[in-house]
């Protein structure tokens, strides 16, 4: 089987840092997304994480523990415009991803 | 510009029509995907084509077939129509392999009354 969670809403303020986990239980592992989506919008790519460590992009990081099942988002200096839904998503084999139910985070002034 | 795009972006029509959604990519990727987005906003799999071959079919009724006349083109065709195939429809694509994302097109929403 194969299971993605991650929290359904989390709440900061401007400024802030925040860190979205996502856990995961699936039959394959080629890698673990962050996407951020919108409200009305399409998905757009954020990180990738193959190998257990911390990837960092800007305002923006990811890490990864493959022998915990377990990834989190890092962002920084929050503002208004984080404010989206935070998909993680796991690459079975294949190319397609799976995706866990989405984080919607509010960044408040 | 270089991007997913779709048509239509939106789609109202009655249960039991057929109705057909396409997509383009020119980012020159071989890979391409359907994916479904419910009204709780979970994004699901449901087609890749690569190649113009299809390589994944999650379980999606057979009221659904995908069409690849290229290696830029997925269309999406839907028979019989139901209720609850009321979603946002997201095309996308990427390169083949495991490092690539995929890039997504705005989505279709499609509306079944």
């Known amino acids: 089987g194969q299971n993605i969670d991650q929290p359904t809403e989390m709440t900061a303020t401007e400024g802030a840092i925040v860190q979205i986990n996502c856990t995961y239980q699936?039959?394959?592992?080629?890698?673990l997304f962050w996407y951020q989506q919108h409200a009305g919008e399409a998905p757009t790519f954020l990180s990738y994480?193959?190998?257990?460590g911390l990837e960092e992009k800007g305002r923006f990081s990811s890490f990864l523990s493959r022998s915990k099942g377990y990834s989190y988002l890092l962002l920084k200096e929050l503002q208004m415009k984080d404010s989206a839904s935070y998909l993680c998503?796991?690459?079975?084999?294949?190319?397609?991803?799976?995706f866990g139910k989405g984080t919607t985070l509010s960044v408040s002034s | 510009d270089t991007a997913v795009s779709q048509t239509p972006k939106y789609l109202v029509t009655q249960m039991g029509n057929d109705k057909s959604i396409k997509c383009e990519q020119n980012?020159?990727?071989?890979?391409m995907y359907w994916y479904k987005q419910d009204s709780k906003k979970f994004l699901k799999i449901m087609f890749s084509?690569?190649?113009?071959?299809?390589?994944i079919n999650e379980t999606v009724p057979n009221r659904f077939s995908p069409k690849s006349p290229d290696k830029a083109h997925l269309n999406l065709h839907i028979n019989s129509l139901e209720l609850g195939d009321s979603a946002v429809y997201f095309c996308?694509?990427?390169?083949?392999?495991?490092?690539?994302?995929?890039?997504f097109g705005p989505g279709t929403r499609l509306t079944v009354t």
């Open positions: 980012l020159g990727h071989d890979t």
């Open positions: 998503a796991v690459r079975q084999a294949g190319t397609a991803l799976i």
């Open positions: 084509y690569n190649n113009k071959e299809l390589i």
């Open positions: 994480n193959v190998l257990d």
């Open positions: 996308a694509s990427s390169h083949q392999g495991l490092l690539y994302e995929q890039y």
């Open positions: 699936t039959s394959g592992f080629n890698g």
